[in-house]
């Protein structure tokens, strides 16, 4: 057994999913540990809020100011001023003076201004522009002149009806966010409902891995039960247990799944009692393998050894059936969970997962993105980390799989 | 070694009358086991010769209890076999014991050695025995197959070579003393010079503590060596029967005599000319 | 002394684990098969028979690897030689190899013709299907097989027709050499004459030059080659003609193999078998001495750190074997058993 434990980890199939999932695991417990918080409150109003560090506006006017003089501040600050369309108008406006512009490159915004500063003038004088047009330039300039003087703002306070000032902004105020009380970390942004969408995604991970977990314990143990039975026992048991299995296997489980939820009303289904329904069609698969690893085992020698010394049946299964065929019954387990991580997802997308208003599960939040159209809008972080959690995480199972296939399957040992 | 007791007319142990046994039914049925009779005695040496299909395989599995039998009755001790329940079918076992072909299938492998041996022991009534007791038997059943238990205790049977674990199949026969031993083929798969030992072990066993042997085999020149009656099967029947030394020297059925004949030998010519292709499609 | 037709010199192949440890599976083999004859590879399982066969290929796919020797095959040296010109030009048709189990491992989806077609294809693309089926139901019908054959599928054979056919199929070029790997184990003993009389006979009608014929079973060894080496441990611990390895073996491993055979014929019952006790030594870490050594009756302490070299012996000095003791001294003690 130890020996067992120690080959698998030579082979880097399984340590590498083995890290992946560990860690997937781990972030699942700790996070919430670290930033507790009910997953699914509704943060932001509106949808949709873009991944980034977001400083309270309110505090930040009170928060102690410490005075920089960046020599790239300014530059920073009027290239970001200038937009599209200003560059377009400026640029409409020495056209029609025929002015030649192209010593200078249009998209660096310093030199631009350099130029406007230099012509404005003379542009405003001989170009012939509507009256309207001309309105909206010099507003554009005056703007732009505000801006390299260096305007300030005041910030001011009602008291008793009398207006106070409390203080002056200017550009060389910065204030450190450290210092800002209210300052929030969006990593992924909000999702459809303004919801944390990491502090979501690491709550449905983790409801998911516990359906994956709950239908694979019992895809594995009634498959395990019924296969022992079928295989050992053969006869009449194994004639009505194959029966069944062979009429449950041809049927699509998505088939069966989409059925059983649909008959279902929405308000009871919970996490649980979709894990128990993926679980109870599921087991098809494992019964057959487990039937035919035991049909061999059934014939080797040391069974009927066991036997003809007289054991039960209860101790001839557990001691000389169950241990030869555990590493491939942990295998089956794996694959299990993996599929139905992916049997739950497949199932909410179609709105037949659990209900919608309590728990987040993995594939309901891809069910909420498609609904809200993120993916037609390119609001990645409301999908996006969701396929990548539930690749990760059917990609760590297979991958540990495999790897155990490598160290028990000596047919692929090389 | 080559003046040997004469067993072979000692009281009944084990009697077939028309044990028959039909697999399938219908146009697919087969009879492996048709009609066949025998009589073992206590202590004699039997070998059940016959080529891979003959049923020998079937007829091992209806002695030992394993396998129902269509039609005829087994007597065990003169008295007609009776393993109609789970007890009376552990009691039978205690009387029959085998040694299979393939030493490496027949061993739990995540048991230990001193386990199997605990086992035997168990199952003789002695599990309440002082635990010294019983580590007195274990070594004296290993010493009797040449193995050193005091090495074995904690290793696992497939640490053991082929032959090692087939002399330890013996060393649980020895803790066992069953009445009759149905070894079947234990030697197949074991190299030449390990089949020797194998084989004097089995008659020392024989000598010892007077049990019946039933040896399967394929190979006429092993079942000369080491049995007292060879019977010699052909699709399911005995063709011929009798004291080794008859069977072999002077065979009567044309079945054994095209056996004997066409196994390669070393003192006698091995004639190729004869040989007629059977081209049957 | 007949022409030489495959000489074998030196070979050492080895395999590599995976966890990179070498077996040195074959170490230092060398012999030599004349026009006409056949030489037997007796030994235990493990000792590296039906690696030795693989190794006489030419031929290597992992985990087996060639280490250093020649092997030439009517004066041509192919040991050096690239693998993809090893398969297209020598195997099949300078020497073909039966492996064990041959005759289970044949695609139970295509006909026997079709096999026919791969083996001459692999060598000449241009011939037509129709001149192979002329040719093929000509060599069956030499070889004593029925040309109906080459159009049923493999599993349609009995055992016998099987391994006949895998024969035939292995030799419709007519190589030099055949290597057989237990070809007759998995038969009942009639068809297993059958095998061997087609062997026989395709010697005798020159359609291979030369054998190797590998088993474990000493009396059929004794049958049907001419010479038998007896190999251990990697290396040929004796050789000889199969009369004088079968009825005077020296070496002491060789002694306890002859002395445990067992024929159905008069003096076997009773007789008294020699044992070997032990297991052959792990080939990745091969003793210093004389391999044999640890379960040699006869070993003395020099035995086990000094490596024993070959020694001719015989008249005209045709023997070989590997022992520290003189022949003298080893006729000696076996005599005062």
Redesign the interface.
Same mark, same amino acid.
């Given at each position: 057994m130890k020996n067992t434990i120690k080959q698998l980890f030579h082979s880097s199939k399984f340590v590498i999913g083995f890290v992946i999932f560990v860690a997937i695991l781990l972030t699942i417990i700790i996070y919430p540990l670290v930033s507790p918080g009910n997953p699914l409150e509704m943060v932001g109003v509106g949808t949709f809020a873009r991944p980034g560090t977001y400083v309270s506006l309110y505090d930040a006017v009170t928060t102690e100011k410490d005075t920089f003089k960046f020599s790239d501040a300014d530059e920073k600050r009027l290239a970001n001023a200038i937009s599209d369309s200003d560059r377009e108008a400026m640029l409409a406006l020495f056209d029609a003076a025929a002015m030649d512009y192209s010593s200078i490159d249009v998209n660096d915004s310093n030199a631009l201004i350099e130029f406007w500063d230099a012509n404005y003038q003379t542009a405003m004088d001989t170009a012939k522009l509507k009256k309207s047009q001309k309105r909206d330039l010099r507003l554009l300039d005056s703007r732009i002149q505000a801006l390299k003087a260096g305007e300030t703002f005041k910030v001011v306070e009602e008291v008793d009806g009398e207006t106070v000032e409390i203080s002056t902004i200017t550009k060389t105020d910065y204030v450190n966010t450290n210092k800002v009380i209210n300052v929030r970390n969006l990593p992924l942004g909000t999702d459809n409902f303004g919801r944390d969408t990491l502090r979501e995604l690491i709550a449905a991970a983790g409801v998911s891995l516990r359906i994956g977990l709950i239908a694979g314990i019992i895809a594995t143990f009634v498959g395990l039960l019924l296969g022992l039975l079928a295989g050992y026992l053969g006869g009449v048991v194994d004639n009505i247990i194959t029966f069944f299995t062979n009429v449950l296997s041809v049927i699509p489980s998505i088939v069966l799944l989409i059925l059983i939820n649909y008959s279902i009303s929405q308000e009871l289904r919970g996490p649980t009692l979709c894990a128990l329904i993926i679980g109870a069609t599921s087991w098809t698969w494992t019964t057959r393998s487990v039937r035919s690893q035991v049909i061999s085992l059934r014939n080797r020698d040391h069974v009927n050894l066991s036997k003809l010394s007289g054991h039960s049946l209860m101790r001839i299964i557990l001691t000389d059936i169950l241990p030869y065929i555990a590493s491939y019954v942990v295998m089956a387990f794996i694959l299990q969970v993996s599929s139905g991580i992916l049997a739950e997802a497949q199932l909410s997308m179609l709105g037949l997962g659990p209900k919608t208003t309590t728990t987040p599960t993995l594939g309901l939040m891809m069910n909420w993105a498609t609904l809200y159209s993120a993916h037609t809008t390119g609001r990645w972080w409301a999908y996006f980390p969701v396929i990548l959690t539930i690749t990760f995480i059917t990609f760590s199972l297979n991958f540990m799989n495999t790897g155990m296939d490598q160290v028990f399957n000596p047919a692929l040992r090389d | 070694? =080559?003046? /040997?007791k004469d067993y072979t007319n000692g009281p009944l142990c084990l009697s077939g009358r028309n044990l028959t046994r039909v697999f399938g039914t219908g146009a697919k049925q087969n009879v492996a086991v048709d009609h066949v009779n025998f009589d073992f005695h206590e202590g004699e040496f039997v070998s059940i010769v016959g080529?891979?299909g003959s049923g020998k395989t079937t007829l091992s599995k209806m002695l030992?209890g394993?396998l129902n039998i269509s039609e005829g009755e087994i007597l065990y001790q003169g008295k007609p076999r009776d393993i109609s329940n789970r007890k009376k079918l552990?009691e039978y076992?205690?009387g029959?014991?085998?040694i299979?072909?393939?030493p490496f299938?027949?061993?739990?492998?995540?048991?230990k050695i001193d386990a199997v041996l605990l086992?035997?022991i168990a199952?003789r009534g002695g599990k309440h025995l002082p635990y010294e007791k019983k580590v007195e038997m274990m070594t004296e059943a290993c010493s009797f197959v040449?193995l050193k238990f005091a090495e074995l205790t904690n290793k696992y049977p497939f640490e053991l070579?082929g032959?090692?674990m087939q002399r330890l199949m013996i060393a649980r026969i020895f803790l066992l003393k069953p009445k009759i031993l149905l070894a079947d083929e234990p030697t197949s798969m074991v190299?030449?010079? =390990? /089949?020797?030992?194998i084989?004097?072990m089995l008659l020392n066993l024989r000598d010892e503590t007077g049990m019946t042997i039933i040896f399967i085999t394929?190979?006429?020149?092993?079942?000369?060596?080491i049995s007292d009656t060879i019977y010699i099967m052909e699709h399911g029947k005995f063709v011929e029967s009798g004291k080794?030394?008859e069977v072999?020297?002077n065979p009567q059925a044309a079945y054994t005599k /095209?056996?004997?004949s066409?196994?390669?030998?070393?003192?006698?010519e091995?004639d190729?000319s004869t040989?007629e292709?059977?081209?049957t499609? | 002394m007949g022409k030489v037709i495959l000489e074998v010199k030196n070979l050492k192949t080895k395999y590599i684990t995976r966890f990179h440890e070498d077996v040195y599976s074959v170490d230092g083999v060398s012999l030599k098969i004349e026009e006409g004859k056949s030489l037997g590879i007796a030994g235990e399982s493990g000792c590296g028979k039906s690696t030795l066969a693989l190794s006489m290929m030419g031929y290597y796919f992992p985990p087996l690897h060639y280490t250093s020797g020649d092997i030439i095959i009517d004066g041509v040296n192919i040991s050096g030689m690239d693998p993809d010109k090893v398969r297209t030009t020598i195997l099949g048709s300078e020497i073909a190899y039966i492996p064990q189990a041959a005759m289970n491992a044949l695609n139970p989806t295509m006909k026997i013709i079709r096999f026919i077609e791969d083996v001459i294809h692999a060598h000449d693309k241009s011939v037509s299907k129709q001149e192979i089926r002329s040719r093929a139901e000509a060599y069956f019908k030499e070889v004593g097989l029925p040309p109906e054959v080459l159009d049923r599928h493999a599993v349609e054979l009995s055992g016998g027709m099987k391994q006949r056919t895998v024969i035939a199929v292995s030799t419709i070029l007519s190589p030099k050499v055949l290597i057989a790997d237990e070809p007759s184990s998995a038969l009942d003993v009639t068809s297993q004459k059958m095998v061997i009389k087609m062997m026989k006979d395709l010697m005798k009608n020159g359609h291979i030059r030369a054998m190797m014929f590998i088993t474990h079973e000493l009396p059929l060894l004794y049958n049907v080659t001419d010479d038998i080496a007896v190999m251990y441990a990697g290396q040929l611990v004796e050789y000889g003609s199969a009369h004088e390895m079968v009825f005077d073996p020296i070496h002491p491993y060789s002694h306890g193999l002859m002395g445990s055979i067992l024929v159905p014929e008069e003096g076997t019952r009773g007789a008294n078998l020699t044992a070997i006790p032990g297991t052959p030594p792990n080939l990745k870490k091969p003793p210093v001495g004389c391999r044999f050594a640890e379960r040699c009756k006869y070993a003395k302490p020099q035995c086990f750190y000094t490596a024993p070299a070959e020694r001719m012996f015989g008249e005209n000095g045709t023997r070989m074997y590997r022992c520290l003791m003189d022949e003298e001294e080893l006729r000696e003690v076996y005599a005062n058993e």
């Open positions: - | 070694m =080559s003046e /040997r080529e891979s030992l394993l552990n076992w205690k029959i014991q085998p299979f072909q393939d299938s027949s061993y739990n492998i995540f048991h086992d035997c199952m040449n070579s032959g090692q190299d030449a010079c =390990s /089949r020797a030992t084989l004097d394929h190979d006429i020149g092993l079942a000369y060596y080794a030394d072999i020297l /095209r056996l004997i066409d196994v390669p030998k070393i003192h006698e091995w190729l040989v292709m059977n081209n499609l | -």
